[in-house]
């Protein structure tokens, strides 16, 4: 069994995304740590690309300020592999398929599971695609995340029944980044996903407040939050860990007593 | 493994966000039923001939000819076409399909400016909303064209992330037409993006090589030897090649920005200096570095400056079918002098990377051999440019 299925039982999952190497990799881990201290149930970790063509602003502005700080790829494995010595959650890396690819996909899959990462979210590669990476994500038991769009309509039931790990469905047309209104029919898209698979849902894009989480995880099975927890990291960079600390507190604390 | 559909041997494919597959297979389905419509075809005839002024003109280059003292030099004017470049005629083809979709709203990016102005040409024509991404460093580069682009109609946003030019403005435009798809078509510019951009980008563009073969043939009686092309994305490259790909007698050579050259970080040369990789939807060779972060290119050309090529010339690279080969600055610039002087033409300085190419093979060339070289663009928007580059300060 996946162990990101750990993530979601029992209880409604919050997942929170951090860009590593903004503003340096023990900022990075530190966060990390905040947010597993206080709660959090599944960490996505960033490895920022040139051109980050899903992201809005603010997580654009955090790979650039990764990049131009020089963390590589390689520089993110050692993070993780000291991260995994106390952090205990299931961890999975998000990025492009540029950076798999050019790394060397099985390569790249073999210290995936070396140091422990659970899986792997990549925006630019659909279900049309994902034969790219999929048989080697297997030969290393690593899960290929699939993610939904408000767009999929018909596509829906297809990269459910395949599904690994959990479902990312995004809850808004665009990029990422906090929103004031989530106005997409997500009910009806998680009902779609309930009747051709067993794996949990999660759904992403533009939560920022505890009432969107709440609201989000009683719709499906957990809330992901990835630009408000950037925008902090902006905002106190060194400082952040604290901040991230709370804020994942205060979150997780909307989710719990939902059935 | 991989999905088959688009794909030119290994490369092309569809890497893109979820929200874009739904847009792309409808534009997929749309293209397919409309390009054996007869009507849609008579219509986009129409269009090139009375609006576009299709066909373009193949020119006898006879100083340059004799000059260079080799080969029969012919140019393709695609120069000629209305709004300057070859640009046209892919961006009616897509209007006018966008049309048929019902959308009512057109993206684009652009990187010289010829595609935004014709994007914005055409939606003016076709009575559509526009909305151009263009990378900052471009506005100011190309200031003339964001002007012809506003009294058009286009609303032009300056892209500002990354290194502010063509690869950005592209990166900006996917990520607007993933907030707003019902009523809007992504009117890609280059055989290049996700499938089924480089095909009906390639459909469109193929009427340069359809004619150059007719009029050669009435000219000439014959096939020429080679057919010369600049290369950014590649579409008026691919153009130009596509009805002598069969043809394989013909060379089909491609010029890559080279910028200040290929030993060097200021290049666009994909082919001669990039890897393997997928970006922005597709499965080609990118200039990157060695963990596969897109490489910050350059090129005196905003139209060639951008770190990928068209999957199906990676393709056709691939299969030794057509050669890529690298032109610098330097060159491109002397033979944007040089067409001006000797025949009275003065090329897009995207356009005269090809020129450049010529110069140097036709004099070995035997004088029964047949050069074509397509004059994609005109050169009014880069006079400015060139002059600073020679040390004059003029602005526009």
Redesign the interface.
Known sequence: MSKIREAFENKKAFIAFVTCGDPDLSTTAACVRAAVTNGADLIELGIP???P??E??VI?GAN?RA?TGGV??DDIFEMVRSLRQDVKVPMVFMT????????GADRFLATCQEIGIDGIIL???????K??F??VCHTYGVDLI??????????IAM?AKEAEGFLYI?SS???TGTRSEIKTDLEAIVDVVRQNTEIPCAIGFGISTPEQAKRMAEISDGAIVGSAIVKMIEKYGKEAPVYVGEYVREMKEALKNIL | ???N?GRFGIHG???????????VIELEEAYNHYKQDPAFNEELTALFHDYAGRPSRLYFAEKMTKDLGGAKIYLKREDLNHTGAHKINNVLGQALLAKKMGKTRLIAETGAGQHGVAAATAAALMGMECVVFMGEEDTIRQALNVYRMRLLGAEVIPVK??TATL??AV?EA??EW????ADTHYCLGSVMGPHPFPTIVRDFQAVISKEIKAQLMEKEGRLPDAVIACVGGGSNAIGSFYHFINDEKVRLIGCEAAGRGIDTFETAATVNTG???????MKSY?C?D?????APVYSISAGLDYPGIGPEHAYLHDIGRAEYVPVTDDEAVEAFEYLAKTEGIIPAIESAHAVAYARKIAPVMGKEEIVVITISGRGDKDCAAIARYRGEDIHE
């Open positions: 690309f040139s051109d063509t899903a809005g602003p654009q650039l990049l590589t790829t492009y398929a540029n950076v798999i690819f050019s790394y925006p630019d590669l659909p279900y049309e695609e034969g790219e999929l048989p699939s993610l939904i769009a408000p767009t999929s309509q018909n596509r990269i995004v047309l665009g990029v | 493994m991989t999905n559909n494919g569809q890497y893109i966000p979820e929200t874009l597959m739904n847009a992330t990354g690869k950005d990166s996917m990520r993933t907030s707003r798809i890897r393997l990789g997928i970006f922005h939807g990118f990157q060695a963990y596969g972060q897109i």
